[in-house]
């Protein structure tokens, strides 16, 4: 092989090696433009718990003949300073259910799971975690960091 051969193979060489790291290079920046244009929803975490949840519910004022305050309230753990809210009228309807408030609670936000939305969408319906880990039975609404609205489909004020 001569030394003009020898050259000439080497710059076909060098010229496919470039050629192919240049599609590479092209190859990996479409990725990477498709990826930050989906980034969005391949990076949502959706979080089931109720910490650092943004959105909570209105507290409706306590109304009708037999509506207590907030020292008229049976006392439930970590609830005295808490607003008296039994509803006379539903706060939420679930499955096309009404539900009344009933005693606000503090529960730990780590210890609420989301189990959907009213039927309005517009609030987040939470069930609470009980000690053995498994969800408790009844729904609450959030009012304010560790704080929720007991929710019962049956009519508290009588």
């Given amino acids: 092989m001569s030394l ?3 050259g000439l193979f080497a710059g076909k060489t ?3 090696l470039g050629s192919v790291l240049l599609v590479g290079f092209t190859i990996l920046a479409g990725f990477a433009a498709l990826d930050r244009a989906q980034r969005s929803r391949l ?3 959706p979080d089931p718990s109720a910490l650092n949840d943004p959105v909570v519910f209105f507290l409706p004022e306590a109304s009708g003949t037999n509506s207590q305050t907030a020292a008229g309230l049976p006392v ?3 609830t005295a300073a808490l607003p008296a809210v039994p509803s006379a009228s539903p706060v939420a309807v679930i499955h096309g259910v009404p539900y009344f408030a009933m005693l606000p609670h ?3 936000d780590g210890r609420m799971r989301k189990s ?3 039927d309005s969408a517009k609030y987040p319906v939470y069930r609470h975690i009980d000690q053995s880990d ?3 039975p009844g729904f609450w609404l959030r009012f ?3 704080r929720y609205l007991e929710l019962s489909p049956k009519h508290s004020l009588k």
């Fill in 4 to 6: 003009e051969q020898e």
């Fill in 14 to 16: 060098a010229l496919i």
């Fill in 43 to 45: 990076e949502q975490l």
């Fill in 76 to 78: 439930v753990a970590g």
């Fill in 106 to 108: 503090e529960w730990d």
């Fill in 116 to 118: 959907g939305r009213d």
């Fill in 134 to 136: 498994k969800l408790a």
């Fill in 144 to 146: 304010a960091p560790n």
